[in-house]
């Protein structure tokens, strides 16, 4: 197995390189499947639920057998893939093996399975000794929250949990860490809560399923352009998957773009509407009555935003003169 340049020395494991082995290390692929694994490190999370480990199935799946995940294709060493599962769950072996096997039929498959405690430097070490003289080529860990006791609020634990898979990704094996998305932080990169579990990856899946049974998969990370897929699943608890829609990087932009655009339009449509009112309603009202009278027309902001927005004046396109009787409203 190549080891990517990594020599022992006396004071422990470095990477060493010439510049030679650099730009061959430079020119390998990103992806093991385009968009979706990359040949580093991978981070698959979402809420309770979503289907990561049914996902991850269908990934491991697809790495043994060579045939498409998600209508992407797999790249594949010469010997193939030898994954390496290594589960915290009670029962995670035994699922894995079920969902796996729902596609790849009973046979026997190269595939090993790692039971883990909660995990210290000492034992990430063992850990890669055993796997790595197994001869597995990529490794999965699921779930992230149970491979530490400490504290996931605090970096300590998380660095020592990056410094383990980098035992594996610095010769060469690809990891999927499998993560569970913070309640506190929903629909964000934070997985968990925290910046760096998401910043130690090199890519990024976000997965969400709908109430219709459909999931989404949002990929991004520092290498790479960012995708977006659609799927169903046929048969419950089987990871065999048909792709409904895809978007890259560039779709992802101009929908976003898209939007702020209809966002803005909306909110200049809205102004003029509150410009008009003010103008035709509220003639002889200082501004606070104006608010008043404003929130109670346009529920979507309260007195206080309405009043700031007609002190501010240039958000209606509106100035106040006057006190009391007096006061009047103008462009």
């Excluded at 290594?86 to 595939?111: I, K, N």
Aim: proline letters at 4%; glycine letters at 10%; charged letters at 25%.
């Amino acid at each position: 197995m190549e080891t990517g340049g990594v020599e022992e020395t006396e004071q422990g494991p470095f990477i060493v390189q010439t510049w030679d082995e650099v730009e061959t290390e430079k020119a390998r692929d990103l992806f093991i499947i385009d968009g979706l694994v990359s040949a580093r490190s991978t981070l698959i999370y979402g809420e309770p639920k979503a289907g990561k480990s049914l996902v991850t199935a269908g990934i491991l799946a697809s790495l043994v057998s060579g045939e498409p995940f998600l209508d992407r294709n797999v790249d594949s060493p010469g010997t193939g893939w030898r994954p390496a599962i290594c589960w915290t769950d009670d029962g995670g072996a035994a699922e894995y093996r079920s969902r796996m096997s729902a596609v790849l039929g009973e046979e026997s498959q190269e595939v090993r399975f790692y039971g883990l405690p909660a995990m210290t430097p000492r034992l990430w070490e063992q850990l890669f000794d055993v796997v790595y003289g197994h001869g597995c080529n990529f490794v999965v860990f699921d779930v992230l929250s149970q491979l530490t006791t400490g504290n996931l609020n605090d970096s300590t634990p998380i660095a020592e949990i990056l410094n383990g898979i980098r035992l594996f990704t610095r010769r060469n094996i690809p990891v999927i860490m499998v993560a569970h998305e913070s309640d506190k932080f929903q629909g964000a990169d934070k997985p968990m809560g925290h910046t760096t579990i998401s910043g130690g990856f090199r890519w990024r899946l976000r997965l969400t399923k709908s109430k219709t049974g459909v999931w989404t998969v949002k990929g991004d990370g520092n290498r790479g352009d960012r995708l977006e897929v659609k799927f169903t699943g046929d048969v419950i608890d089987v990871p065999s998957f048909d792709v409904i829609s895809e978007a890259n990087g560039a779709d992802l932009r101009g929908a976003s773009n898209e939007r702020l655009r209809q966002r803005g339009q909306a909110t200049m449509n809205l102004n003029g509407e509150i410009h008009d009112y003010v103008l035709a309603n509220c003639q002889h009202l200082n501004q606070s009555k104006t608010a008043a009278e404003l929130a109670a027309k346009f529920p979507n902001m309260t007195v206080e935003t309405h009043r700031r927005y007609l002190r501010e004046g240039n958000r209606y396109g509106l100035k106040h003169d006057g006190k009391g009787w007096a006061s009047t409203w103008g462009e």
